[in-house]
Each structure stands twice: as structure tokens, then as C-alpha cells.
């Protein structure tokens, strides 16, 4: 991987990871449009980390608030949410901890797995348009599912955010709400394999295959761009419906499929 190929792509991470297309699926779509070979995913995990990176700095307001009511050391509604957040990590953290090794083998599966991920994450994005049931608060029982959505979304080509989204407003969970909720939820579960990448060496250049200046660049490109993302969607989930994720996600599925056997 180049340098200019680790802009790109990082451009790619933070454009797509906050919208409900799959961060994921369009990396890899980017890699074979590109020609880029790479024999483990370090520089997914950066990437990945850049635009928890930015959601970090988008909501460190929302993030200020919460840890103030936590450390006042009482049931308060900042706590009740954490605690809430911590519900929804368990399932993704089932996934990390016993099918890591089934997680790294879906990535090798190339087009053909991203674009059948593709189609389920636009019948998600559909459904959530038609089932409206009484919208209501995110309750404990709905944290756990919406965590269940976001564990199946290691997936490549099943959006984390069209997931986590979806699932809350099939749930009755409000849009602003949501949307707030499925940004929060992921920080801890990326930044954490972030780390343990970090302190176990894989990250390093040796390891990975790829440069410091490379990975770097991606970094930088995916944080910019995710940041910028970040603000776009809180704004598109509050104001328009997801039909229009749909069909990309529907029409970028069949091409996938389609090339993947070209």
C-alpha cells in the first residue's frame, strides 16, 4: 500500500463509516479497485480509530456531560446511559473475544461477501422506514438488542451505523436519539482493539507490512473526513428517511456481485 492509496482509502473509512453504507464493505471495494493487497488488518484498526477519533471530538460535549454525572458516584440519567452503553458492547465483545479469527476470515471473502452484506443492509434501511411502532427512550432490554445489530455488523458490507440505526427505529427508539446512541456505543470496542493491536505489536510496521507515514496518512484522512461525516449524519438521520442508503446499498451490493465474477 502507497502512500497515495492510504489517503484514498482513508477518505473512503471516514465518508462511509458514519454513514449507513458500510465503512467496512466500501474498504474493500476500494482495495480491489485499487490493487491494494494487505495481510492483516492493521490498517483497518487505524482507520477505524481515526473516525472513533472524530466522533470523540464531534460529541465532546455529549461525552464532557456523561462523565460528569458518572463521577458524581450516583444513579443519575448520565450514569443510567453508561450503563445503558454497556450493555450494548457486551454482544460485540462476545464477537471479538471467541470469533476474531471467523471475524479476519470474512474480510478475505472479497465482493462477493461485501455485496450480499450490502443487500441486507438495504432491506434494513428499507425496513426501518415501514415498521414504526410507539416511539419511546432506549430501555436496557433495546441497548442489548441494538447490540446484537451492531455485533453482526463486523460483517464487511453490513453498515455498524445502518445496523445500529435501523434496529433502534424498528425499536420505537427516536431518530435523535439514536443516532447519538449508535455513535456513543462504538468508542470503547474500537478503541480497545486499537490497543490491544498496539501493545501486542501488531500495528507495527514490521508486523503489519505497511509504513508509519503510511498508516499515518490514512489516519489523518480518515479523521478529517469522518469528522466532517459524523456532523452530516446526526443532521440526515434527524431530518430525512434512510430510503436513499437503501438503493445505494442495494445498488452497490449487485455491482459487487456482479464484478466479483468478472
Same mark, same amino acid.
Given at each position: 500500500?502507497?502512500?497515495?492509496?492510504? #489517503?484514498?482509502?482513508?477518505? /473512503?473509512?471516514?465518508?462511509?463509516?458514519?454513514?449507513?453504507?458500510?465503512?467496512?464493505?466500501? &474498504? @474493500?471495494?476500494?482495495?480491489? &479497485?485499487? +490493487?491494494?493487497?494487505?495481510?492483516?488488518?492493521?490498517?483497518?484498526?487505524? @482507520?477505524?480509530?481515526?473516525?472513533?477519533?472524530?466522533?470523540?471530538?464531534?460529541?465532546?460535549?455529549?461525552?464532557?456531560? &456523561? &462523565?460528569? +454525572?458518572?463521577?458524581?458516584?450516583?444513579?443519575?440519567?448520565?450514569?443510567?446511559? #453508561?450503563?445503558?452503553? #454497556?450493555?450494548?458492547?457486551?454482544?460485540?465483545? @462476545?464477537? +471479538?473475544?471467541?470469533?476474531?479469527?471467523?471475524?479476519?476470515?470474512?474480510?478475505? *471473502?472479497?465482493? /462477493? /461477501?461485501? *455485496?450480499?452484506?450490502?443487500? @441486507?443492509?438495504?432491506?434494513?434501511?428499507?425496513?426501518?422506514?415501514?415498521?414504526?411502532?410507539?416511539?419511546?427512550?432506549?430501555?436496557?432490554?433495546?441497548?442489548?438488542?441494538? *447490540?446484537?445489530?451492531?455485533?453482526?455488523?463486523?460483517?464487511p458490507g453490513l453498515s455498524r451505523s445502518g445496523s445500529t440505526i435501523s434496529a433502534g427505529l424498528m425499536l420505537g427508539v427516536k431518530r435523535e436519539d439514536m443516532a447519538r446512541f449508535s455513535f456513543l456505543m462504538v468508542l470503547v470496542p474500537i478503541l480497545g482493539e486499537a490497543f490491544l493491536e498496539l501493545v501486542s505489536g501488531d500495528l507495527s510496521s514490521q508486523s503489519s507490512g505497511i509504513g508509519v507515514l503510511v498508516l499515518s496518512a490514512g489516519f489523518v484522512a480518515a479523521f478529517l473526513s469522518g469528522l466532517f461525516a459524523c456532523k452530516a449524519m446526526i443532521a440526515l438521520v434527524k431530518r430525512t428517511k434512510l430510503r436513499g442508503f437503501a438503493l445505494y446499498c442495494a445498488v452497490a451490493g449487485i455491482l459487487a456481485i456482479v464484478f466479483s465474477y468478472v
Open positions: 500500500m502507497g502512500f497515495l492509496e492510504a #489517503i484514498l482509502l482513508g477518505i /473512503v473509512q471516514g465518508l462511509t463509516e458514519f454513514l449507513p453504507v458500510s465503512s467496512s464493505g466500501h &474498504l @474493500v471495494i476500494g482495495k480491489e &479497485l485499487l +490493487g491494494v493487497e494487505s495481510t492483516n488488518l492493521s490498517f483497518e484498526i487505524v @482507520v477505524h480509530a481515526a473516525t472513533v477519533l472524530s466522533t470523540l471530538v464531534a460529541f465532546r460535549k455529549d461525552i464532557a456531560g &456523561l &462523565l460528569s +454525572g458518572l463521577f458524581r458516584f450516583q444513579m443519575n440519567m448520565e450514569t443510567i446511559y #453508561i450503563f445503558k452503553i #454497556i450493555v450494548s458492547m457486551l454482544p460485540v465483545m @462476545v464477537v +471479538g473475544l471467541f470469533f476474531k479469527d471467523s471475524v479476519e476470515a470474512l474480510f478475505g *471473502g472479497g465482493l /462477493v /461477501v461485501v *455485496g450480499f452484506a450490502l443487500l @441486507v443492509t438495504s432491506l434494513l434501511l428499507f425496513l426501518s422506514g415501514i415498521i414504526k411502532p410507539k416511539e419511546k427512550g432506549i430501555t436496557f432490554s433495546n441497548a442489548l438488542l441494538i *447490540g446484537v445489530a451492531q455485533s453482526l455488523a463486523v460483517v
